[in-house]
């Protein structure tokens, strides 16, 4: 019971109970094609939105974060067994695809859909 | 690694598929073919935005049917000589290979119903070209369903999926031959029809519609056999255990 795991555990998030502001979490983040240099072959969308995960794990991982039952195995291993091994990492959880107009080298235009291409959610894993 | 060309950095990952991708399908700066302006830009523009919301989101509600559609421009337009009161130009159409992964589901011909050459009035009509025999003579297949574009009234859209499915499976180079055949209104001769001043890009076009099998297949490969009806949007909430 992750009750009595907690008691036992030290650590900042004890002693709040809710999310801190450096937690894993996601970030809004846009970006334009010309700035990937994409924009001589891209015709639409002109703005990409990919967003990014970012922020630590916390030493218990909250059922929200939709974390693996392993990356909670991998903070006990970091905290009570071996420091080398890492905690887990802020990762992008869900996706959402994005739909792209663009020019074929064969000046052929298409229209593609393009999975995974923007975060919708993190997790820590 | 700023500076440097988008191209170089990403042939630093090529393991990456989506990076892998664009090396294979973007053309280089210096490469770029001139864009295909016009009508089949302007289509190809409202498609996008019927299909798309503003940040470049697929609409819920789109009805596209697919998640890849090319627009194929036509490789030459041949003016066959006069023949009664038919003018006919003869379109071909390449129809290259897909990355292996893709599945045609639709092929659409759009093309100008109605045309006007210097003065006069034309209506049009196109007919895909059947070979019949060991001698190949004028195809009157017909039995393919048309609608108005969606975009311009004068344009006409045909479904010629079942025509094209036949030859997609065929081996080597495989081009899609069409017939332009335009009329005068009035049904009399057309004398000095001067073809030659008209681009095909402004007469037709191909529109072929895609689907991505990979990801289809990937998970009903992972999934025991038997559940795969279960499956909805969220597979790896059905893969994962609950705590």
């Known amino acids: 019971q992750t009750d009595s795991i907690t008691s036992g555990v030290p650590g900042p998030f004890r002693e709040h109970d809710g999310l801190k502001s450096n937690q894993c979490s996601l970030h809004p983040f846009q970006v334009s094609f010309h700035q990937l240099g994409w924009d001589h072959w891209i015709i639409a969308p002109h703005l990409y939105t990919p967003n990014y995960c970012k922020g630590i794990c916390p030493r218990v991982l909250q059922y929200g974060l939709n974390s693996p039952n392993h990356a909670i195995i991998q903070n006990l291993v970091n905290e009570l067994v071996d420091q080398s091994i890492p905690q887990p990492s802020c990762v992008p959880y869900k996706y959402v695809p994005i739909s792209i107009l663009l020019v074929e080298a064969n000046g052929s235009i298409l229209y593609k859909e393009y999975e995974d291409m923007i975060a919708q959610s993190c997790t820590c894993r | ?243």
């Open chain 2, 1 to 243: 690694k700023i500076g440097q060309p988008s191209n170089a950095l990403m042939a630093d990952a090529p393991s990456l598929p989506l990076i892998r991708e664009l090396l294979e399908g973007a053309p280089g700066k210096q490469q770029r073919k001139p864009p295909v302006l016009g009508h089949p830009l302007r289509y190809m523009l409202e498609l996008y935005q019927r299909s798309a919301d503003a940040r470049g989101r697929p609409r819920e509600n789109r009805t596209i049917g697919a998640t890849m559609v090319r627009l194929v421009r036509p490789l030459a337009d041949v003016a066959r000589p006069l023949r009664g009161p038919w003018n006919i130009q003869t379109l071909d159409f390449p129809l290259r290979p897909n990355q292996v992964a893709y599945q045609l589901v639709q092929a659409t011909v759009v093309y100008r119903h109605q045309l006007h050459l210097a003065r006069f009035h034309l209506s049009c009509h196109v007919e895909p070209w059947v070979q019949k025999g060991p001698t190949n003579h004028f195809p009157s297949s017909g039995g393919y369903s048309s609608k108005p574009s969606m975009l311009y009234k004068a344009w006409t859209e045909m479904d010629i999926t079942q025509h094209v499915q036949r030859l997609w499976n065929k081996k080597g180079r495989r081009v899609l031959r069409l017939y332009f055949m335009c009329q005068q209104q009035k049904g009399s001769d057309i004398l000095e029809l001067q073809w030659h001043g008209t681009s095909s890009l402004d007469t037709a076009f191909l529109l072929l519609y895609f689907n991505d099998t990979h990801e289809s297949v990937q998970k009903a490969k992972l999934l025991p056999r038997g559940l795969e009806e279960f499956m909805d949007d969220d597979s790896s909430l059905l893969l994962r255990r609950t705590r």
